[in-house]
C-alpha cells in the first residue's frame, strides 16, 4: 500500500506514468549517443581528409610537390649565390676605393712637399742673370788691384747673393772637366779637344747651370770638346 500511494504521489508530480517517463529518457540517450557518433564520425573524417592532404598524395601529386620544392629550393639558393656575388663585388670596390684614396693622399703629401720645396722657384730664378752679371764685372775688373773699393764691393755683392741662393737650396751644377750629361747641359757647340782627357767633356761653360733641390732650374750651357 505504501509503495502504490509513493507511485501515484510520483504520477501527480510528473504528470507521467512510469512507463511513459522511462522510455524517454532512453529515446533522449539515443539520440545523444548518435548525435556523438556522428560528431566523431566527422572528426575522423576531417582527420583523415587533413592526414591525406599532408601524406596521402598521389604519386603524381607527391612528384609535384618535390618538384615544387625543389624549385623553391634552387630560387633560395640562387638568390643567396646573387647576395654572396653582390658582396664580394662590393668589398672589392670598397678596397679599390681605399687604395685609390691612400694613393690620393700620398701623392698629394709629395705634391705639397715639392711646392713647399720649389715654392719660390720663379724668383729665384729671376735672380740667376743678376749673379751672371756681377761674374761678368768682376771677371772684366779682374786685373785691378785686391785693395781697388770697386772690386772689393763687386766681390761682397757677389758672395752675399751667392750665400743667399746656398740657404734657399740652389746649387751651381758642377760642369768643367766632367762628361757631358744631357740631364743637366746644353751642348751649344763643340771644338777639337785639346788633350785626348777631354774627348766627350766638357771643355769651356758658356752660361752656368743650376740646381733648386736637385731640381734642374737652368740647364748648363757647355762647349764639348771631341
Not at 512507463?19 to 573524417?45: A, F, L, P, V, Y
Not at 691612400?102 to 749673379?131: A, H, Q
Request: aromatic share 4%.
Amino acid at each position: 500500500m505504501a509503495e502504490e500511494k509513493k507511485v501515484k504521489e510520483k504520477e501527480t508530480v510528473t504528470g507521467k506514468q512510469p512507463e511513459e517517463t522511462g522510455s524517454g529518457n532512453s529515446h533522449s540517450e539515443k539520440e545523444e549517443t548518435t548525435d556523438m557518433k556522428e560528431k566523431e564520425t566527422t572528426e575522423t573524417k576531417k582527420k583523415d581528409e587533413d592526414k591525406v592532404k599532408v601524406d596521402g598524395k598521389k604519386p603524381e601529386e607527391k612528384k609535384k610537390f618535390r618538384k615544387k620544392k625543389k624549385s623553391e629550393k634552387a630560387k633560395y639558393q640562387e638568390n643567396i649565390e646573387k647576395l654572396q656575388s653582390t658582396i664580394a663585388d662590393m668589398q672589392d670596390k670598397h678596397l679599390r676605393l681605399q687604395a685609390e684614396f691612400d694613393n690620393y693622399r700620398k701623392r698629394t703629401l709629395k705634391e705639397k712637399m715639392e711646392l713647399i720645396k720649389s715654392g719660390g722657384e720663379s724668383v729665384l730664378t729671376s735672380l740667376l742673370p743678376v749673379i751672371d752679371d756681377f761674374e761678368r764685372a768682376l771677371a772684366s775688373i779682374s786685373k785691378a788691384e785686391d785693395d781697388d773699393p770697386v772690386k772689393q764691393g763687386v766681390v761682397l755683392i757677389l758672395k752675399k747673393f751667392e750665400d743667399f741662393l746656398k740657404q734657399n737650396g740652389i746649387k751651381e751644377i758642377e760642369t768643367k772637366g766632367k762628361v757631358f750629361d744631357t740631364d743637366q747641359q746644353e751642348a751649344i757647340t763643340k771644338i777639337p779637344a785639346p788633350s785626348e782627357d777631354l774627348k766627350g767633356k766638357v771643355v769651356d761653360v758658356i752660361q752656368k747651370g743650376y740646381l733648386l733641390n736637385d731640381k734642374v732650374i737652368r740647364f748648363a750651357k757647355v762647349v764639348i770638346g771631341e
